[in-house]
C-alpha cells in the first residue's frame, strides 16, 4: 500500500463544496479584519503620544490630568526626577493662580511626598518657599452675599468680606411700595460715615 493511499479520504460533492463556500467566504473577510485591526493600532500608536504631549502641561483637576500621571512612570524608566520635578512645577502654577487652600491641600501633600523620596536640595528649596507662600497668603473666601428679610418692604444685605465695622450693619427701610418680587434689597448704611 503507497503512502498516498493511506492519506486519501472521500468526501461526498456536496460536503466538499460547502467545505469550500466556507473557506472562500473566510478568506474574503480576512482582509478587511486585517485592515480594520490595522486602522485601530496605527490609530492607537498615533493616540498615545499625542495624548502623552498634551497632557504633559496638565494639572490637577484637569481632563488629562490622569493620562499624565498614568505615563509618569514610563518617563521615570528615563528620568527618576521626572515625578518630583512634575509636582513642584503644577504647585508653582496653582500658588501663581491663587488656588483656594482646600484645593491646594493635596498637591501639597503629593509634592512634599515625591520631593522627600529624591532629596534634591534645590526642589526642597523651591517646595518650602511655595509652602511659605501658601502660608502667608490670606485665606480668600469666595464673595458671596446674605440676604435677610425682616419685613416684607425691608431687606439686610450684608458681604462676608465686609470688615469695615464690628458692629452688625443697620438696618434701613425701604419707602417704596413692596413690588411684586419677593423683596427689594436695599444696601446697608456705611456706619463710619456721618
Not at 520635578?85 to 483656594?100: F, N, S
Request: proline share 10%.
Amino acid at each position: 500500500m503507497n503512502r498516498l493511499e493511506v492519506f486519501q479520504i472521500e468526501v461526498a460533492p456536496e460536503v466538499r463544496e460547502r467545505h469550500l463556500r466556507e473557506i472562500s467566504a473566510k478568506v474574503a473577510t480576512a482582509p478587511r479584519r486585517r485592515r480594520r485591526f490595522a486602522l485601530v493600532l496605527v490609530g492607537a500608536i498615533l493616540l498615545v503620544p499625542l495624548a502623552a504631549v498634551a497632557a504633559e502641561d496638565s494639572l490637577p483637576g484637569e481632563l488629562l490630568y490622569p493620562v499624565k500621571r498614568i505615563l509618569e512612570p514610563v518617563r521615570a524608566l528615563f528620568d527618576e526626577e521626572v515625578v518630583a520635578d512634575h509636582r513642584v512645577d503644577e504647585l508653582e502654577i496653582l500658588v501663581a493662580r491663587r488656588t483656594p487652600r482646600p484645593e491646594i491641600e493635596r498637591p501639597v501633600r503629593e509634592a512634599e511626598e515625591a520631593v522627600a523620596s529624591r532629596g534634591r536640595p534645590d526642589l526642597i528649596q523651591r517646595l518650602e518657599a511655595l509652602i511659605d507662600r501658601i502660608e502667608k497668603e490670606p485665606q480668600v473666601e469666595p464673595t458671596t452675599t446674605t440676604t435677610a428679610t425682616t419685613r416684607p418692604d425691608t431687606t439686610v444685605t450684608t458681604s462676608p468680606l465686609d470688615t469695615s465695622t464690628t458692629r452688625p450693619p443697620e438696618t434701613t427701610t425701604s419707602s417704596a411700595p413692596p413690588s411684586s418680587d419677593s423683596a427689594t434689597t436695599v444696601p446697608a448704611r456705611d456706619s463710619t460715615r456721618p
